[in-house]
């Protein structure tokens, strides 16, 4: 077993891996993991908007017509679970951001 390593230690392996300290390397890091996870949401976003052709809002507003004609072409149970995966994309999409705010550049 081996023992954990020190704060100096720790400073010294980021520093030899070109950050000033382990704590601009943990920052640096979880800015960039933030980041992935904000580009994911978007792609999901995107998507749905692409596939029903408008923004969630107008989705929402939209998908209780059940003779709406562009949206007819989707069952059910799929505009559920779209609303659904939609709706928690822009939910995470939203948390991420106001998370990114709080980690400094």
Do not use: C
Request: glycine fraction near 2%; charge should be negative; charged fraction near 30%.
């Amino acid at each position: 077993m081996t023992a954990p390593l020190s704060t100096d230690q720790l400073d010294s392996l980021a520093q030899s891996l070109g950050y000033r300290s382990v704590s601009d390397f943990t920052r640096i890091q979880l800015r960039h993991a933030v980041e992935q996870k904000m580009a994911y949401y978007q792609s999901r976003i995107d998507y749905y908007q692409q596939k029903y052709g408008m923004d969630f809002a107008e989705f929402r507003r939209r998908v209780v017509d059940k003779a709406d004609p562009q949206l007819l072409k989707f069952g059910i149970i799929e505009k559920e679970d779209d609303d659904n995966d939609w709706e928690d994309a822009i939910d995470f999409l939203d948390d991420y951001l106001a998370a990114l705010t709080h980690i400094q550049p």
